[in-house]
């Protein structure tokens, strides 16, 4: 079943912390979710994915209805993205815990000044 990229948008806002800085951009088709200038999930006609590592990658995993990110069948599977099963979309306070445990440790950008212009 194809999803509609906007509607998850949607969902993800809900569910965020209120002190959560999100922004999102349109790519490849779909949604990409940022944090703290940082991508942390894909919002695309595959569902709402969040990128996650280690042990938090493997507990989404154990979920009923979650599966690594696989935009085609003919590619090879996420290694760091996790389809959120659909169940938890509507449930603001169960999405929010995989919200927090994947934008938990993510770096703030790197601001870099600008230099100042040549002189001619």
Same mark, same amino acid.
């Given at each position: 079943?194809?999803?509609?990229?906007?509607?998850?948008?949607?969902?993800?806002? $809900?569910?965020?912390?209120?002190?959560?800085?999100?922004?999102?951009?349109?790519?490849?088709?779909?949604?990409?979710?940022?944090?703290?200038?940082?991508?942390?999930?894909?919002?695309?006609?595959?569902?709402?994915?969040?990128?996650?590592?280690?042990?938090?990658?493997?507990?989404?995993?154990?979920?009923?209805?979650?599966?690594?990110?696989?935009?085609?069948?003919?590619?090879?599977?996420?290694?760091?993205?996790?389809?959120?099963?659909?169940?938890?979309?509507?449930?603001?306070?169960?999405?929010?815990?995989?919200?927090? $445990?994947?934008?938990?440790?993510?770096?703030?950008?790197?601001?870099?000044? $600008?230099?100042?212009?040549?002189?001619?």
């Amino acid at each position: 079943m194809a999803h509609d990229p906007k509607a998850l948008q949607i969902a993800l806002e $809900r569910a965020a912390p209120p002190d959560l800085e999100l922004a999102f951009r349109p790519m490849f088709g779909g949604i990409m979710g940022y944090a703290t200038g940082k991508v942390f999930a894909s919002l695309s006609d595959v569902g709402l994915a969040l990128k996650l590592s280690g042990d938090d990658r493997a507990a989404l995993l154990s979920v009923e209805g979650a599966k690594p990110l696989q935009y085609e069948p003919d590619q090879p599977p996420s290694k760091s993205y996790v389809v959120v099963p659909e169940s938890m979309w509507s449930k603001a306070d169960e999405l929010r815990t995989w919200i927090v $445990r994947s934008t938990t440790g993510l770096a703030a950008p790197v601001v870099r000044p $600008r230099k100042p212009p040549r002189r001619p």
